[in-house]
Each structure stands twice: as structure tokens, then as C-alpha cells.
């Protein structure tokens, strides 16, 4: 055994190439250029802080972190009562769960990466909405798949391309956001849902449903999930951070029977196990009676903030954009006038101390340059009026 | 626009083939069979509950529930003041740390994730210590590594293997646990350290240096960390499961300046970031002076349970056994004689109310069947006596 002298040392392995594929976030970037405290940000994703019930889960740590076995490993799938608790929420919205079809997630983002594991190989073709959730295409850059968007037909998702697309390319999945989307905040209508459901026995795709705003619903009659017209194909992701808070990172999978054992492995690699503490607070918080009317605190206000929004908008963008009214979730989504380009108009209006996102990195494929996304839900609509105001100044549209 | 009739139904696609190369945890299969309460298991790698700072650790939750930020998102790399509080660690061991070389995670588990996305392409070859920590090999094989084993020599790794391996494979990384290793207690001395940094800095491959059970020492010095001989090729891995407690999953990457970025882009893709609340308490239960002595008591008591073990095995194990006496951890490596089978003795023992875990399933390569784990940290000393004259019973070896 000898001890060779270091004298050369070679270069180190570079970072894998799909890593190499994935993009820092553009959001997180911008976001960057707004923390100055000045600034009123419609670029964010943020729930109201002031609206959390604070009281009402404090209490709920405090009741559970008397047990030294809330310290402790536990398994992969979860709290069992946690499940329960979910599994009665989606049989009682007309899809029958029992808590071992779910799997708790560290926030619904990592049930995209569990998904991932569990169905893609790289080089795998899987369709998109386009514009998507920009942190899915992250996820779904890293496992190596080759994304397809699915366009839109005006503010309806063009089911005749989601058709031909999965003839042509054999997706593994169709990823949608199908209430209130990320960035869009448009809803899939109850033929759509029948549609895809339809397309993907068909084609034999499955679909990933997220429905992290699901219960952000201000107006308008609730919708059934494409799972219940497809229970076997569709994969459901759904999220407490709109409705407990994000701080928790709790989420969670319904899976299929066929692959929950790959993904309870994916889970097991991914970090054993979520947080054993903040699984046990929620379920506490969800079965103290706290958390209906916490809720409905948070709906009405957000309804609030939309309202002065879509109250506002019309004094706030150049003559000749447009914008939809969304029943629900965080997100109004815009489209200027043709020539102007919403990057070029962010750049000019931050000196006024107002921002919004961009809609173009959240294309996987050729952006709308006119589009942007406006988040509603973080400021009261007086400061949701004092931001609009900057912004239409900023733009030039006041009239 | 036309809906088509749901007349067929294709075939839903098959999971991933990276997702089939994973075989369940067998430590898991295994651990099914010793849920009954009348078992004592050496089986599992679980902290003592009754050695949590149960108390302390709900006062660092109500008192950082106070304020409604610690619900709020936070960024993907992790808590400030948690990561100034682990770069002081590190500092004060040894290895000059700043708080923007850490990158919090839900777990260690999670880094082996993170550095998988980050530094793995399918096909390419990694270097794991054979035997090596499960959930590692599980990790591994979903990001469709090629793993190869580095041998042991007796009870040091065989480093002139190392180098040949790196040489012939050009692996990306190679995983060690350096301290107290899962599952067989060993620890590289000091040469061994030095040799790794060199023929990393040799070959131009990359260290993951994974330290749970660092801060678990009973006896013996402690040794530098293989990242402070060659710190531009080692990622570190920590943890607070073993220190605070397991339910947390608050572990972290200590990453290089090369791969920052990338890692933080995983780390958002996996899952966002860490849970704010345990984070923040966390950090605020490592400043408020209760953990070093509740570390202080884990590791009395953990030592004791140790030598009643160790004190013990004389009597439990077949004559020509062999096994390793630990200065740490959690865990003692066994050899039954010649001729036997851990696999077929564990089946034959389980009747006795009492449990191990073979060591084939930690082996990347061909395993050493005659090999076992035991456990020490889960029971009182009693309690292990006990356990341990059921064993000696089962096996026919008391004498």
C-alpha cells in the first residue's frame, strides 16, 4: 500500500447535463429586483401573512409536541390521520379516496418530483399547458424529459392539439393545473375535464391534476376532477400551503394503485419521510374546527383583492390590452397591446416602485411576449388600488 | 371540435425503468415483521424517544410561532440564522464555513437527492463503500447510476482498490459515510482520510462526505473531516436527526462554489424549501443553550447502551463470530462463522421475539451473507441484555 504524492491534480467532473438543461428560476430573479420595501410586487405568488390563523396553529404545535413521538422517524406514506382527514375531503367532493391511495408530500412541489421518478426516463415525451407552472418545468427539465406545451384556443385549451399531440409524440403524462392555473388563472370547464379524461384513456396517458387552488374558489360552481371520469389514468396533487400555509410544506399524491409502491420508493429516496411534526399539526388543526372558518376568512378577502384588481385594471393597462376575470386562486392574467413587450415594460416600470411577472418563462415552448401575470392575493385592495395606480402611470395609460 | 366515443382503451404506460431498477427497502419488508410490541429489534436505526429534549424543543415551536413569517415560503437555500448557527460548527471543527456554503434540506436523505440531480447523468459511474447505507443505493439507482463497490480490507476500506476503481470507472463521486458508518460502525482513520482528499484530487472525482452520526462519539478523538484535506472536492452532508430529533427532517449540504447554483435549483425543484416553522425552531432551539446538554445526555446514555452490547455478545453470538466495537453511532457489524447465513438465522430467530437485519441487502455488489447489524441506541441496557440472552437462546450459542 503506498501514498502517492499529490502532485498533478485533475479537473472535476462538470454538473450533469440535465441539470445543465434546467434554467435558474426567471421568477426567482425578478423577485430579487422587487425586495425593496417600496416596492408593491404583483410579480409574487404569496398568500396574505396577515390572513394565516397564527393563533390556531401555534395552538396545534403545542398540543402534538407532547408526544416524543412526533420527534421521531415515521413512515413514508404519512400520518395516518392526516390521510384521513384528505381522504374524506376528496369522497366527500365525489372522488372515493381511502387515506393508503395518498402519499404526504413535502408540498405539492415534490409530488411533481416523486411523479417524475416514478413515470419519466429521460427522453420521455410528456405535453404541458403552455403557458405551465414554471416550477414543473424545472422539475420536469431535470428528469430529462422532453416537454411539449399544449396550446391554448383563446382562453380554452385547444383539446384538438392536446389529440394530436399525444398521437404524435405518446406522452408519458399531460401535467394541468385544471382550477385557477399558475400563471393564468384559467379553469378547465366541465367538457374539457370530460375531454382530457377521454384523450387519455384513448391515447393511455395519464394526467397529473394539480389542484393546489382548488379551495380558493370566490364564484362560480365547483367543477369535478378529471380524475373522477378517469379514476385510473389521473394522478392528483394537492397542497394545505393556500389553505394552512406554505410555511408547513405539507402536500400530498393520490396515486393509482399501480404505481404506489414506486412511488412510496420515490418518497423513501426523496427524504424518508415529511416532517413528522408539521404532519401531526396539521392534522391536529384540521380536525379542531379552526380551519373551515379560517378558510372562509381567507376566500372573502382574496375575493376583495380580486374585485379592486379587476375594479382597477381597466384605468391601469395601455388602451387595447386584455385581461380574464378568474373565479378563484391568485392570478390575473393580461395581454398587452400588439408591439409592446411585457419584459421591455417591467424594466421601465420598477423605477416606480411596481412590478409584475413577465408571462414568458413560463412557456416551455415560443412565448407570448404580451402576456403578464398579476398576483392579487398578497395586499389589501387599498394597496392593490396604490400599486394599479403606480403601474398605470408607470405604463402610461392613465385616462 | 369533435368529441370522440371512448370506445377503446389503450394501455396506461409503465413506470419508469430507473423507478424499476429500485428494489424496496428490505430494511423496511424486514421491519414489518418486527411491529409486534413483544419484539425486541436490533433491527432499526431509531433515536431513543426518551432521550429527546421533548420539552425544549416545543418551547423553540411556541416561541417562533409567534410570528405569522415563519408560515410564509422562504428561499430554497434555508433559514439565515440556521445556517449561521451550522457554518460556526463547522468552522469551530476545523473547516472554515460561511452560511451561503449551506443549503438546507428536509433531511440528509434529501442531499443525496439534491447532489444525485446536480452531479448524475444516467450511465454514469459513482464509487459507494461496500457494504453502504440503503437509502443511499435506493437514491442512486433512481438517478440511473452505474454504482460500483469499493471493498473493504478487514475492517479499513481498501484504498489501493479506490484508486484502482477511480481509475478504471471515472466515477463522479464517491459516498462515504467516514464516521460511525451505516450499517457496519466503521470509521476511516486518519491516513484513510488523507488518501481519499488525494486520489479525489487524483482522479478528478468528487467526495460526498455524509456525517450523521458525527456528533455521536463515545470514545477516541475525533478525526478532520475528509472535505478539510481536499475541500474543492468534498460536498458534505449533516444532519440534526440524530442530534435534536428525527421528526424535524432538518439536514444540509455543504456545497461547493462550483455546483451552487445547481444544487439550489434542485433543491427548489425537489420541494421549494425546508418547512419555515421547523426551521426556524430548530435554529431557534440550537441558540438557546438547551442542546449541548441534551447531546450531552443522548451520548451517556448511548455509550452505556454500547457497552452493554458490546459487554453481551460474547455470550449471544455462535462461537468464530466476529464483530467491531465502535468508538460511536448507532450501530455494531457482525460476522456469524463459517457455513452460516444471516438471512436464514434471522427467519429462524424472528419466533423468539427478537430481530436483527442481515447485512446482504447493504451490499451493491455480491454480499457478504454471513454479515449482521445490530442496533444499540433504540433500548435501555437492560432491556438490550434481555434482547441479546433471546438471541443467544435462538442461535444455539449460549454458553
Known sequence: ???????????????????????????????????????????????????????????????????????????????????????????????????????????SQQGLGLLSTALLDPGDAILVEEPCY???????????????????????????????????????????????????????????????????????????????????????????????????????LGSFSKVIAPGLRIGWVRTTADIRPTVTIAKQAADLHTSTIDQAAAAHYLGSGRAAPALERIRTEYAARRDAMLDALPRTLPAGSTWNSPDGGMFVWARLPQGMDATAELARVLPHDVAFVPGAPFFAGPADERALRLSFTTYSPERIRVGLSRLGTALGSAR
Open 1 to 107: 500500500m503506498t501514498t502517492p504524492a499529490s502532485t498533478t491534480t485533475a479537473p472535476l467532473p462538470p454538473r450533469s447535463a440535465r441539470a445543465g438543461s434546467a434554467k435558474t428560476s426567471p421568477v426567482r430573479d425578478l423577485l430579487a429586483l422587487t425586495e425593496r420595501p417600496e416596492v408593491i410586487s404583483f410579480a409574487g405568488g404569496l398568500p396574505a401573512p396577515e390572513l394565516f390563523d397564527l393563533d390556531g396553529i401555534r395552538a396545534a404545535y403545542d398540543e402534538v409536541l407532547r408526544t416524543p413521538a412526533v420527534l421521531q422517524y415515521s413512515t413514508s406514506e404519512g400520518d395516518r390521520r392526516l390521510r384521513e382527514i384528505v381522504a374524506g375531503q376528496y369522497t366527500d367532493d365525489g372522488l372515493p379516496t381511502e387515506a393508503t391511495d395518498l402519499i404526504v408530500t413535502t408540498g
Open 134 to 236: 414554471l416550477a414543473a418545468l424545472q422539475t420536469f427539465a431535470l428528469a430529462g424529459a422532453r416537454v411539449i406545451g399544449v396550446p391554448y384556443a383563446g382562453d380554452e385549451l385547444d383539446l384538438d392539439a392536446l389529440d394530436r399531440l399525444a398521437a404524435e409524440h405518446a406522452p408519458r403524462f399531460f401535467y394541468t393545473v385544471p382550477t385557477f392555473q399558475n400563471p393564468t388563472g384559467r379553469t378547465h370547464g366541465l367538457v374539457a375535464r370530460e375531454r382530457i379524461a377521454d384523450a387519455a384513456r384513448r391515447h393511455g396517458f395519464r394526467v397529473i391534476e394539480d389542484e393546489p387552488y382548488r379551495q380558493l374558489r370566490y364564484s362560480g360552481a365547483p367543477l369535478p376532477s378529471i380524475a373522477s371520469f378517469a379514476p385510473d389514468h389521473v394522478l392528483s
